[in-house]
């Protein structure tokens, strides 16, 4: 990690936050900060057609890579991957000169290791632009994707790689952390998508579809069941299986760590699984607490 001068640092947040101020004030909606494009670009909150924008002439005095400032969702390529609470933000892969999208994933990289927020800029039209004040949670290079939250204040933790082995596991969440089964909003299944990647990798082990943008992170003990978030509790599963999986179609021995089907359900062929043998094949497998659950849960139906 590149050391940057602490005062440089505060002084670039409290510039942030002023722009933040500033947008706030000149907003024309209540639910969100929407303003002009050209008020975005006047406040330098915004500086180009680019998905990450650091003021390279600005930012870059105060780190090699600049400081990134702003990142642009135009909603065209993954729109689902924005919601209230925050984004799933692909790294750019673009035609450009070697090394630029490089540059700009270690700009916005290095905002977070300063604990610097971010611009999430939207284009809900050609004139107006929807603002969030972002905090980059963690990323995940497999995946080529950063989980950014919208909030007042830099994240408990920045998630860089996976140490879940390293924590007590709790199947369950906490009374006081348990909404009712029917509550749709949940904010931490950004960073549970993250976390899980992280620990498996972005690939579904029983198809082999490894296209990060056609997986999802299943929760093995639901959510609505109070399932936690821990990435034990989780796996990597391509859209189809894991509607089957919520459908408890199939589960998991876990002895084996192999496939188990019902007689008379669905075959492994109708299910789309390749790979029976299940969960063998991972670096490291889900808790067994959670496969245990799962199993007698599938069992009982």
Not at 100 to 114: C, F, T
Not at 201 to 222: D, K, N, T, Y
């Amino acid at each position: 990690m590149h050391v940057v001068d602490p005062a440089a640092v505060t002084r670039e947040l409290d510039w942030r936050m002023s722009v933040w101020a500033q947008l706030q004030s000149l907003s024309r909606a209540t639910n969100v900060v929407r303003v002009t494009a050209g008020e975005v670009r006047h406040l330098g909150a915004y500086g180009g057609a680019q998905g990450v924008w650091s003021d390279a002439a600005r930012t870059k005095s105060l780190h090699p890579h600049g400081f990134c400032i702003s990142v642009l969702h135009t909603g065209r390529h993954y729109a689902d991957d924005l919601t209230r609470n925050g984004i799933i933000y692909h790294y750019p892969a673009t035609k450009r000169p070697a090394g630029r999208d490089a540059s700009e994933i270690a700009a916005l990289k290095a905002s977070a290791e300063a604990r610097l927020p971010i611009f999430v800029i939207t284009q809900p039209s050609d004139k107006w632009r929807d603002i969030f004040l972002g905090w980059v949670e963690g990323w995940e290079d497999r995946s080529q994707i950063f989980s950014i939250s919208f909030d007042n204040t830099f994240p408990a933790k920045l998630e860089t790689e996976d140490t879940s082995d390293e924590e007590p596991f709790q199947l369950t969440r906490s009374s006081e952390n348990t909404k009712t089964r029917k509550t749709k909003a949940r904010p931490n299944q950004r960073v549970f998508k993250l976390r899980v990647f992280q620990r498996y990798g972005p690939r579904c082990p029983l198809s082999g579809v490894s296209v990060p943008q056609m997986l999802e992170a299943a929760h093995i003990m639901g959510h609505a069941e109070g399932g936690t978030d821990d990435p034990r509790n989780g796996i990597p599963l391509n859209v189809a299986l894991h509607r089957a999986f919520d459908a408890h179609l199939f589960a998991f021995d876990p002895d084996t760590l192999e496939v188990v089907i019902r007689d008379g359900g669905p075959s492994l062929d109708d299910l789309g699984i390749r790979y029976p043998a299940g969960l063998k094949d991972l670096p490291r497998p889900p808790h067994r607490d959670a496969l245990n659950w799962r199993h007698s849960e599938w069992s009982s139906r």
